[in-house]
């Protein structure tokens, strides 16, 4: 009997972990989705958010040129402002663009209790913010994200969402939405969350 109860416990867990999904999001200004206001990402409990920093071949780009950023997580108030209130909002710092073998990759897991003193704790049908500073110059570039934690069938937004998404790669297909940096000159641009340049 004992076996028995010991084979479900372990069918159940394996169903579990299994239904966890992943979400990457590549934090730099070059992800075409930072274009939007409302970039926004739907996980579930147990999902996990995956940030892919800057990355660059060595020699590929001069140092002071690669994308490094100081990410927070903060209110809502915080993200509409783009700016953090408190060095206690700090969650991760993408500081090391050539790593040898690989982007550095910073996860989050959507869970309702965690057993660390800093652990974070997530609620369905709740929405957090991420937000960054750069530091790879001193400009004002804002990259921001919105996550909800939705239920099991998602949400009505989806697929305005998905839509939205749509409209976005027509619109750079078609040439009306270019790549941020082609349409600034010089050596550092700094992409705001309406998707304009300003040369620094």
């Not at 700016?83 to 869970?111: G, I, N, T, V, Y």
């Not at 001193?138 to 099991?152: A, F, S, T």
Request: glycine residues 6%; aromatic residues 14%; hydrophobic residues 35%.
């Amino acid at each position: 009997m004992d076996f028995l109860w010991l084979v479900c416990v372990a069918v159940s867990v394996s169903a579990w972990y299994a239904s966890a999904e992943r979400h990457s999001v590549y934090w730099n200004s070059t992800n075409a989705n930072f274009l939007w206001d409302d970039y926004t990402v739907e996980v579930r409990i147990n999902d996990y958010l995956d940030i892919i920093c800057p990355h660059y071949t060595r020699g590929e780009i001069p140092s002071q040129e690669a994308e490094r950023y100081v990410l927070y997580m903060v209110e809502l108030e915080d993200y509409e402002n783009c700016k953090p209130q408190s060095f206690d909002q700090l969650r991760w710092e993408c500081s090391r663009p050539f790593a040898p073998h690989a982007p550095e990759k910073f996860s989050e897991k959507f869970q309702r209790f965690t057993p660390f003193t800093l652990g974070k704790e997530f609620r369905q049908g709740e929405s957090y913010y991420y937000i960054s500073k750069p530091l790879h110059h001193h400009g004002q570039e804002c990259l921001r994200l919105k996550v909800d934690v939705v239920g099991p069938h998602g949400s009505k937004n989806k697929k305005k969402t998905m839509e939205k998404h749509e409209e976005l790669e027509g619109k750079m297909a078609a040439g009306g939405v270019h790549n941020p940096c082609s349409l600034c000159f010089g050596s550092r641009v700094a992409l705001v969350s309406v998707g304009f340049c300003d040369v620094m």
